[in-house]
């Protein structure tokens, strides 16, 4: 079965740090997508990327990066130069198809990210 | 354009009532899902709903139901409920059908509360 997970439960930097937040994932599928979403504290989950399985190129947006590690079953997450508006819980996410073809997502259990000022 | 809307935003309720959710998606988009989402249990799919059919549903029991109207918006049910179903829950909305491989777009969601 499918499964994504985050190992690091929570983590606390000082600003201006940079941050890596791990995702490590199983699946059988050999196409399949992963996401990472932002949880802060108002509740609404924020879709920060999505990557397909044949898509390896690491993707950098602004203070934001990902890489994607097939060989590794991978897909890290860095912010750099934290900014104490980075604290949130982030998901990461893995697309998992059901026998009727469809697909749904599976969350990890996320990562709960403070900033200090 | 307006995100995801759900209503109510909190709510208490007493074992063994039922309790309806409301969720708006965001105009254009015609899938909507719901998720749940506990301490206990993390983040997880309850059910898609795609041009008022139910396209996937996750491992939930029958207690748990949902429906989408002709305009996108959806409504889920919960009935007989247990002190298990506090929890927030979230409504997500995408464009098109197959909303586990899509970008989705999550309203600030609705805390139930049991007593």
């Known amino acids: 079965a499918q499964k994504v997970t985050q190992a690091q439960t929570e983590i606390s930097v000082v600003e201006k740090e940079d941050v890596t937040l791990d995702c490590v994932y199983e699946t059988r599928d050999t196409t399949y997508y992963l996401f990472w979403y932002k949880q802060p504290p108002s509740g609404e989950l924020v879709f920060l990327i999505r990557?397909?399985?044949?898509?390896?190129q690491n993707e950098i947006s602004g203070r934001y990066s990902w890489n994607f590690q097939k060989s590794t079953s991978s897909f890290n997450f860095t912010i750099t130069a934290s900014q104490v508006v980075d604290s949130a819980v982030y998901f990461c996410a893995l697309s998992e198809t059901a026998t009727s073809g469809t697909y749904k997502y599976i969350f990890g259990t996320g990562t709960r990210l403070k900033v200090l000022a | 354009k307006a995100g995801v809307t759900q209503t109510p935003r909190y709510l208490i309720k007493t074992r063994g009532q039922q309790v309806t959710l409301s969720c708006s998606p965001i105009s254009g988009h015609r899938s909507v899902s719901w998720y749940q989402q506990t301490p206990g249990q993390g983040l997880q799919f309850l059910f898609e709903y795609f041009s008022e059919t139910q396209r996937n549903k996750g491992n939930f029991p029958g207690r748990f139901s949902g429906r989408q109207f002709s305009n996108s918006r959806s409504e889920m049910n919960v009935s007989t409920l247990e002190l298990g179903d506090s929890a927030l829950y979230l409504c997500?909305?995408?464009?098109?059908?197959?909303?586990?491989?899509?970008?989705?777009?999550f309203g600030p969601g609705t805390r139930l509360t049991v007593t």
């Open positions: 997500a909305s995408s464009y098109q059908a197959g909303a586990g491989t899509r970008e989705q777009y």
């Open positions: 990557r397909n399985s044949f898509d390896e």
